[in-house]
């Protein structure tokens, strides 16, 4: 069986899955963490509000963007090699740079608001175009689809690069063969998991973790180290707030499987 998580940014599989990732490698499995928005942005035409970002980031011009990515790519590779994963890296742009390809200026998400909002319809192609992909690497994993474990966000707090994920393995797959895990840190917010907990279409099941893997995942976590300050205080702040997490499940972590009634 190969494990293949899909993450739209660098940290989403190992903050919602990584002791679950890290609990499978111990167990001699093969592990794949695919992170799908990963690439570079263009090189010209970016929209005000990402510069508004950039500015918030610390990013004095455009050219130093390319080395952000760079340096969040290096803390993934670190954070996998922590809990025993393999990565791959698709060169799909966040959603924050992208726009109608021959349209100047036609950026589809503009506030925050927007990247929290729905999926911009011009993106279907870009959903096709993902969900071959990822078909075709699952294939190459194993061409009998019963031997691959696909893993893929609920899409907690909204996110449009978790829909698009969704979206696209979904459509490559269908939603009853997928795994979905719940989206942390958006899932401390047990508000928004009441649509799955109420659903007789949706069934839970908690993959629990032993402390040796619990403390993998919090080096890994804080292997992102550029991606600390934009959800906790500190590294410390941190290392409790993934525990409580946990403990909130019985120190396990919450997958969720589409099983439709009639
Ligand atoms: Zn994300």
């Not at 999926?119 to 969900?131: K, P, Q, R």
């Not at 393995?169 to 997928?178: I, K, N, P």
């Not at 993959?207 to 180290?225: C, H, M, P, S, T």
């Amino acid at each position: 069986m190969h494990h293949l998580f899909l993450s739209p940014h660098y940290d989403d599989a190992i903050y919602s899955c990584g002791g679950t990732i890290a609990k499978l490698a111990q167990a001699g499995k093969d592990i794949t963490v695919l992170t799908v928005c990963a690439g570079y942005p263009p090189s010209s035409n970016i929209s005000p509000y990402a510069r508004s970002l950039h500015e918030r980031w610390g990013i004095k011009d455009d050219s130093a963007v390319n080395e952000m990515i760079d340096i969040r790519r290096q803390e993934d590779k670190n954070a996998l090699a922590i809990v025993g994963a393999k990565g791959m890296y698709f060169d799909i742009a966040d959603c924050i740079y992208r726009l109608e390809s021959d349209i100047p200026n036609s950026w589809f998400y503009q506030s925050d608001d927007d990247i929290f909002g729905r999926l911009n319809g011009n993106e279907d192609s870009l959903i096709s175009v993902i969900a071959r992909s990822i078909l075709d690497i699952a294939d190459k994993f194993s061409p009998n689809p019963n031997k691959i474990r696909v893993y893929i966000p609920l899409t907690i707090g909204n996110h449009v690069d978790h829909q698009l994920v969704r979206y696209a393995a979904e459509r490559a797959f269908g939603a009853e063969t997928l795994t979905y895990y719940q989206d942390y840190p958006y899932s401390k917010d047990r508000q928004q998991l009441k649509t799955y907990e109420s659903s007789v279409d949706w069934t839970s099941t908690i993959n629990y973790l032993g402390e040796e893997v619990i403390y993998q995942k919090i080096q890994a976590v804080a292997a992102y180290r550029s991606q600390i300050s934009t959800f906790w205080a500190d590294e410390q702040t941190m290392a409790t707030d993934v525990r409580e997490y946990l403990r909130a499940w019985g120190n396990g972590e919450l997958f969720w499987r589409y099983t439709p009634t009639l």
